[in-house]
């Protein structure tokens, strides 16, 4: 091949995210879990995977354990840090969408102003808010990670539902109610929701 | 359910980079191309990108078009922000790796040890770096964006191969000399790269 030719056929051939979602076989979205520390979001995104990839979706689950010790770990938690944080995994939650992939966020995104940032990213219908609702005195109960008690010491400030706000959703896609709900019940709520969205087919039809 | 039972039930379900890649039916890894602005290194990406996802790989590219606008819309181009965008663009590849994608990466990448940080960021294996071969010249006289031209006129300060420095890999695992091959020559090296190390299937078998 001339070296004229080798110009000419050097041009993009952009492979787009509806090529993407076709070879997986399914829409692609962002499900946003918000809610207080302890209040299931992340349990409630990996069990709603743990679904999706058995029916065969593409799916990933971006929380703290990825996020905040890789993308994040140059921030901190100050309101600025925080709004910077979500916005990055908004940004981040955007491009594994567009690889058609149906990304799980599972943050306590307490501002309303950071996720709704997060929410004009990509295209209506795709950011999906998802609040897990548990009082924060049955989270602090739970305190799975002890984190509820450190802060009441004092010793982590800025936590939210203690001394930092947590500002609820208004209009969320879902409101999962993970103190009275079973997980088996709330990941069932949640997949209908995807296909009431028409993300996945109806597995059970 | 109880109360008590619900608590029980509410643990992780983790599903592993190795569940998603056999989903994918291939390996995942992360493809970085480097090279001077002009050398090829979008426009082959993407053209292994379009071969490997009529062969239903999954697939994602990162490059200038959907990352600087957006996860490192923050940064600029001194040294210590093109660092940052490095690692940055290092960390999102991890997570799609992770995720079960092919992620090819296409920045100028121009220093070492960025680079070296976002190798070692991943498994030894998954980053496989693939050096687009170019001389400045040939770079300069395509100019397919308009840049070495304003680079020339000052209009951009610290231009790789003109007032910043280039550091060509020392030990890439794959070096493409894109002026001499065709785009579909290369492409077919890449996919032989890939083949070697047991990321996909060799479909020509």
Known sequence: MTKKS???VWHHASISRSDRES???HKSAI????????????TLAHAVEKYLHKIGVSTYVLDGDNVRH???????FTDSDRAENIRRIGELAKLMTDAGIITLTAFISPFM???DTARKLVPDGDFL?????CPIETCEQRDVKGLYKKARAGEIPLF???DSPYQAPEKPELTVNTQEQSLSASVEHVIKLLVQRGLIDDVRS
Not at 70 to 76: F, I, K, P, T
Not at 129 to 133: A, D, G, H, R, V
Request: hydrophobic share 30%; net charge negative; aromatic share 8%.
């Open 129 to 133: 808010e998802i609040y897990c609702l």
């Open 31 to 42: 499900l946003w879990f918000t809610g207080l520390s302890g209040s299931g979001k992340s």
């Open 23 to 25: 070879l997986h076989n």
């Open 6 to 8: 080798t110009h000419t």
């Open 113 to 115: 102003s950071d996720r």
């Open 160 to 162: 939210t539902g203690i």
């Open 70 to 76: 890789g993308l994040c770990s140059d921030l901190g």
